[in-house]
């Protein structure tokens, strides 16, 4: 189990996480936030990139930069900017991935057959990096992060680069994954943890706001998330959430406590409580 | 093992790496042919140990490393300190005048006139050019080597797998490798086609001290005299071994400034800054009469190189000890291999962006 205790994280007098706790077991977990909002520095100090100003992070009561090469074999990491040797083919640097990831040289051939198998990449094993798509590179991504059999993988957003078929195939992927070991993804785009997330963890001003699931996150706002006309008057303690097509022409999704006139009430979606909680920030409310 | 041949052979795919030898070779290949009116000489004189005449002047036997003590000491007489330097060094010299004279090293007949010239050829212009070479491409394989996963992008992956930041102590390992290979290689070739040239034949076991060589320092014209007894052979191979240490050094100090700054291009101007500076303070500080630190300055790895030609000597206002080329790239190995450890230490702990 990955403990994260009362960590804070400063960049000289700027605090990018403050006091953040978590405990994170099985399961995927989606990190949840605007640009900015610390996903990847808390990402990049699970990775032991960077290290807590205060507190600590413990995998299994013991503290992941004492554990080093003990902890980074149980991790697979997934940057947010995925680096690669450009000249270099999938299997010639998932090759060099295998020897930092110390897997025996009998096995790392075998592995990256099956792990390119896994992402839908067995024909472009042999084309170098520099001539694949966007998509294709994110992954080979995926599948150097995978190369270990990881028990923790850390994946700072992912489905950067993906389209819409890769995307569901990724969350596929995921899932599937996910049973035995810890996934953590970081996204701002709700839709790729709404499905596959069993936890969604959530910051707000550099704080942690929520570990909760995507049912009690959104159970948040029963009864509090109407659609709308388009040319419907707006009051003042009605926010905008978002703005889409109905049966009927353009709809508006607002948030309002009191039921608005001609206004419908709809099941929270995981991005409504997302843009709600983060809309009511910037509002001040 | 594994890592340090993936990383090796980031170095052999290095295109720069091979162009910067290709014309290095090409500049050695010249400096060889534009000396070519030496090399008759050579020829001529090498084996016209007959054409000399008269006894073969045994130019050791009663000399005075004294007259040598008071030029010098006079030169720094502003320091008294560096002066007893200078007259110490002086004094334990003696003993080696004297050994010299007894073995005769200077009757050896090396390349008889050409002596001066063609030792000056092979030391102090094809052996500085190779080791200013060597010592580039050994900078270059280890800023290569050091900033090629920031230069990807690849350094979060690494750092966060099982190796880590371990791995850029196998990078420094396989970039002296390289370095050194790269050295053997640029020697071995340039060595090749000079021997192939000139006709070193039955010169080989001659003495380095011979009385046609000598040493000329501040228009001061002196016997070749060294700290050990060489012969020609013995001394291409103590110079080539002493230039793989210097090498060693350079490629060290470029590992430093990697490190401390985590820039390949930053580290790069630095470390130009920090050599041609130190060799521009030397002079500065000589020119000023400020020989404590002009000392100083000689220990520094550009002013060995600098002083190739008088490797093993007396070497004149450029040494105030015995040895002290040999001493200056040992101490600068260790001091050098501290730092590294230092950096090395520091990047363990350090946050990356």
């Known amino acids: 189990m990955l403990s994260v205790e009362r960590v804070t994280k400063c960049y000289g007098n700027l605090t990018a996480l403050e006091d953040i706790s978590l405990d994170l077991a099985q399961g995927v977990y989606g990190l949840l936030a605007p640009n900015g909002a610390g996903k990847s520095t808390l990402m990049k100090m699970l990775a032991t990139l960077l290290f807590p100003t205060k507190g600590r992070i413990l995998w299994d009561g013991e503290e992941i930069v004492a554990m080093g090469e003990r902890y980074r074999g149980l991790l697979g990491y997934l940057p947010q900017d995925f680096g690669y040797y450009p000249n270099s083919t999938p299997r010639q640097f998932m090759r060099y991935a295998a020897a930092l990831q110390k897997i025996p040289r009998a096995e790392t051939d075998r592995r990256i057959s099956r792990l390119l198998e896994l992402v839908g990449l067995p024909d472009a094993a042999d084309r170098k990096l520099k001539r694949l798509s966007g998509g294709m590179l994110q992954r080979v991504g995926i599948?150097?992060?995978?190369?270990?059999?990881?028990?923790?993988?850390?994946?700072?957003?992912?489905?950067?680069?993906?389209?819409?078929?890769?995307?569901?195939?990724?969350?596929?992927?995921?899932?599937?994954?996910?049973?035995?070991?810890?996934?953590i993804l970081s996204t701002h785009i709700v839709s790729d943890i709404e499905t596959i997330a069993g936890r969604i963890i959530m910051l707000r001003d550099h704080r942690l706001l929520c570990c909760d699931t995507p049912t009690q996150i959104c159970g948040r706002f029963r009864g509090k998330i109407f659609q709308l006309p388009a040319d419907a008057q707006i009051r003042p303690h009605q926010h905008v959430l978002s703005e889409g097509q109905g049966e009927n022409g353009t709809v508006l999704r607002v948030l309002s406590e009191m039921p608005p006139e001609d206004g419908v009430a709809v099941a929270p979606s995981l991005e409504d409580a997302f843009l709600a909680i983060y809309a009511l920030k910037r509002e001040g409310a | 093992m594994r890592l340090i041949a993936f990383e090796m052979k980031k170095v052999v795919c290095f295109p720069a790496l091979w162009t910067f030898l290709m014309l290095s070779l090409v500049l050695n290949g010249l400096?060889?042919?534009?000396?070519?009116?030496?090399?008759?000489?050579?020829?001529?004189?090498?084996?016209?140990?007959?054409?000399?005449?008269?006894?073969?002047?045994?130019?050791?036997?009663?000399?005075?490393?004294?007259?040598?003590?008071?030029?010098?000491?006079?030169?720094?007489?502003?320091?008294?300190?560096?002066?007893?330097?200078?007259?110490?060094?002086?004094?334990?010299?003696?003993?080696?005048?004297?050994?010299?004279?007894?073995?005769?090293?200077?009757?050896?007949?090396?390349?008889?006139?050409?002596?001066?010239?063609?030792?000056?050829?092979?030391?102090?212009?094809?052996?500085?050019?190779?080791?200013?070479?060597?010592?580039?491409?050994?900078?270059?394989?280890?800023?290569y080597l050091m900033g090629?996963?920031?230069?990807?992008?690849?350094?979060?992956?690494?750092?966060?797998?099982?190796?880590?930041?371990?791995?850029?102590?196998?990078?420094?390992?396989?970039?002296?490798?390289?370095?050194?290979?790269?050295?053997?290689?640029?020697?071995?070739?340039?060595?090749?086609?000079y021997l192939g040239r000139w006709d070193y034949g039955g010169i080989w076991g001659d003495s380095v001290s011979s009385r046609f060589n000598y040493l000329t320092d501040m228009l001061y014209k002196r016997p070749f005299?060294?700290?050990?007894?060489?012969?020609?052979g013995g001394y291409l191979a103590a110079s080539l071994s002493l230039g793989a240490g210097l090498v060693a050094v350079f490629g060290l100090l470029a590992a430093v400034c990697a490190m401390l700054l985590r820039n390949v291009y930053a580290a790069a101007l630095v470390l130009g800054t920090v050599l041609f500076g130190g060799i521009g303070l030397g002079s500065l500080f000589s020119q000023c009469r400020v020989w404590a630190a002009y000392f100083v300055m000689t220990l520094q790895p550009s002013a060995v190189w600098l002083d190739v030609n008088v490797w093993f000597t007396e070497s004149g206002i450029a040494a105030f000890i015995p040895w002290q080329e040999t001493v200056a790239v040992a101490l600068n190995l260790a001091v050098c291999s501290m730092a590294v450890c230092v950096m090395f230490r520091r990047f363990m702990r350090r946050d990356l962006s």
């Not at chain 1, 270990?148 to 994946?155: A, E, G, K, S, V």
């Not at chain 2, 002086?90 to 080696?96: E, G, H, K, V």
């Not at chain 2, 196998?170 to 060595?191: D, F, I, N, Q, R």
């Not at chain 2, 005299?225 to 020609?232: A, I, M, P, Y």
């Open chain 1, 143 to 183: 599948a150097v992060a995978m190369l270990n059999d990881p028990r923790l993988l850390i994946l700072d957003e992912p489905t950067a680069g993906l389209d819409p078929g890769e995307r569901v195939r990724f969350r596929n992927m995921i899932h599937s994954l996910a049973e035995d070991r810890i996934v």
């Open chain 2, 31 to 143: 400096l060889i042919l534009g000396n070519d009116d030496v090399r008759n000489y050579f020829d001529t004189e090498k084996d016209d140990s007959g054409a000399i005449m008269g006894a073969p002047e045994n130019v050791f036997e009663g000399y005075d490393t004294g007259v040598l003590a008071s030029f010098y000491a006079d030169i720094v007489r502003e320091s008294p300190t560096a002066a007893d330097w200078i007259r110490k060094k002086y004094s334990l010299l003696q003993p080696r005048a004297e050994q010299l004279a007894k073995s005769g090293a200077a009757l050896d007949h090396y390349a008889g006139k050409a002596t001066y010239e063609s030792h000056q050829l092979l030391f102090g212009i094809l052996m500085r050019a190779t080791l200013v070479e060597g010592s580039i491409c050994a900078m270059l394989v280890i800023l």
């Open chain 2, 225 to 232: 005299l060294t700290w050990h007894d060489f012969t020609v």
């Open chain 2, 148 to 193: 090629y996963e920031q230069l990807n992008r690849t350094e979060g992956q690494v750092c966060a797998s099982c190796k880590g930041r371990r791995l850029w102590m196998t990078k420094l390992a396989a970039a002296m490798l390289s370095a050194e290979a790269l050295y053997v290689l640029l020697a071995g070739m340039t060595l090749a086609f």
